[in-house]
């Protein structure tokens, strides 16, 4: 009897094991998505708004008032597959961006320079590697928050979590460093151009007002993001078996333990090779700030870098190709992820559902309470960031029916731009167009950054309704 209930015992167990869901691949996430967008396109009414060219911010912007429906174009399997390759060829300039700074990256550590860097680092830090941490993200949040800093930070992103790998935390507090820290700025922005300036310019009032505000904001967010993080990389370092990236390999990373590291010999090439690579960060963030530099001309840069430090440490141009093209392997599985999100936008347009979705939803707010509608607006806008997640395409087709929306529930046009702000910025973090984009670069699976993200997210969403909720109260305008 007692032999009959351990096998039946057993059999339950095997059964357990064998029915265990799992998380799908990103690519099944993404395929998901795409078919539950198409299906959209044929329950959703088609429409459009006019859209004028505006000569302030020389974009189109929708004109308030002018949605009307066209004609229903629904998108079948057939458009879906070919929507793929559009979301390709759309997602070219990251997908081209991410090779050359895997590439730049991953000289660095062929040639030996970075892990003998990262192990001086170590030797210079030891005790204090926590605060690497606070750094690189008030770093990346200030130029998000300022000049409006975004994709171009996704080459530091193979850098930081090889950095953070060597000082004895996880990749994933690599990407967090670099993402979270560069989305809390973009969202918390200053001076953003492609928030504040864009959503200021049509909702017409002075160009950067409220940055007071704005200041106290980012102050809280950043603090919120950066304590978040350290707290997470204290307890991965005490106790690795509680990453949620512990079994994830990263073959594109150097696998050196920050003991191994500390021993390592650091050569005047690998000096020579980390001095280049300083210069070409400054050279990088200077581009960008001063002549608006973007992906084209900075993945220039990284070619030149890269092919400057390999013949430093005596490489020559065919090992450097084979360098390169061991890069390019690595990264696969990310770039063709960057082009799967786009192709979700593909559908979106296919559809002409993008106008419907703003106008239904923007409806919802008419009518309710001065108090109520900040809040709402915030809710929509981080809705619609699923739908937009091109920050000034979000700007110029919300924002004008936000603004004459706030005119009528008796809002400070600022609030419109405050809850637009939040809403687009802080919803990349969760939304998987963009999650897909990230954690491609990264080769992390979607489900541990969501993992690792949920509580943070949760904290900031909270944190955005009461700023909204203040700047209701106080009247928050220019």
């Known amino acids: 009897m007692l032999k009959d209930e351990t096998e039946l015992s057993e059999t339950k167990t095997s059964h357990t094991k064998k029915f265990k869901l799992s ?9 998901v998505i795409l078919i539950i967008v198409s299906l959209l396109t044929y329950i959703i009414p088609a429409g459009e708004f006019k859209r004028v060219d505006d000569p302030i911010t020389q974009k189109q912007v929708v004109v308030p008032g002018s949605y009307q429906h066209v004609e229903q174009s629904p998108v079948g399997i057939f458009d879906i597959t070919t929507s793929m390759y559009e979301g390709m060829i759309r997602g070219s300039e990251i997908i081209f961006y991410v090779f050359f700074s895997y590439g730049f990256i991953f000289m660095l550590t062929k040639t030996g320079a970075f892990n003998s860097g990262v192990g001086a680092l170590v030797r210079k830090t030891k005790g204090k590697e926590i605060l690497i941490i606070p750094v690189f993200m008030i770093m990346f949040g200030l130029m998000g928050a300022t000049f409006g800093m975004y994709e171009e930070s996704y080459g530091y992103i193979p850098l930081m979590m090889g950095i953070m790998i060597a000082l004895g935390y996880d990749a994933i507090v690599g990407l967090a460093v670099v993402y979270i820290g560069v989305a809390t700025g973009f969202a918390a922005a200053l001076t953003n151009p ?15 007002s409220g940055i ?11 603090a919120l993001s950066i304590s978040y993080v350290v707290r997470y990389a ?3 370092k005490a106790h690795p078996e509680k990453s949620v990236v512990k079994d994830v390999n990263f073959s594109f990373l150097s696998d050196a333990s920050s003991n191994d590291l500390v021993n390592l010999k650091f050569t005047n090439r690998h000096k020579i090779s980390l001095i280049l690579f300083a210069l070409t960060i400054f050279t990088l963030v200077f581009g960008t700030a001063k002549y608006q530099w973007y992906l084209k001309e900075l993945a220039g840069v990284l070619i030149i870098a890269m092919i400057i430090i390999g013949l430093v440490n005596k490489l020559n141009f065919s090992q450097i190709s084979e360098v390169f093209i061991e890069a390019c392997r690595n990264a696969t599985f990310g770039v063709l992820i960057i082009g799967m999100a786009n192709a979700v936008l593909v559908v979106l347009e296919k559809g002409h559902i993008i106008d419907s979705i703003v106008h239904y939803t923007a409806s919802t707010i008419d009518g309710v309470s001065p108090h109520v509608a900040g809040s709402a607006m915030l809710v929509l806008q981080t809705i619609l960031n699923f739908f937009l997640y091109s920050a000034s395409a979000q700007a110029v087709t919300s924002m004008p029916i936000m603004v004459p929306l706030a005119d009528v529930l008796e809002l400070n046009r600022q609030i419109a731009v405050l809850a637009f702000q939040l809403g687009d910025g802080f919803a990349n973090m969760i939304w998987p167009n963009s999650v897909a984009v990230i954690c491609g670069i990264a080769c992390i699976p979607m489900d541990r950054w969501y993992k690792f993200l949920w509580p943070l997210f949760l904290m900031i969403f909270a944190l955005e309704v009461v700023f909204v909720i203040i700047a209701v109260f106080i009247n928050y305008g220019p």
Request: glycine share 8%; charged share 10%; aromatic share 16%.
């Open 234 to 236: 204290r307890k991965v």
């Open 23 to 31: 998380m799908p691949h990103s690519y099944v996430i993404m395929g």
């Open 194 to 208: 492609f928030t504040i300036g864009i959503a200021q310019s049509i909702a017409d009032v002075p160009m950067f």
């Open 212 to 222: 007071g505000y704005r200041a106290v904001i980012f102050v809280c967010f950043m």
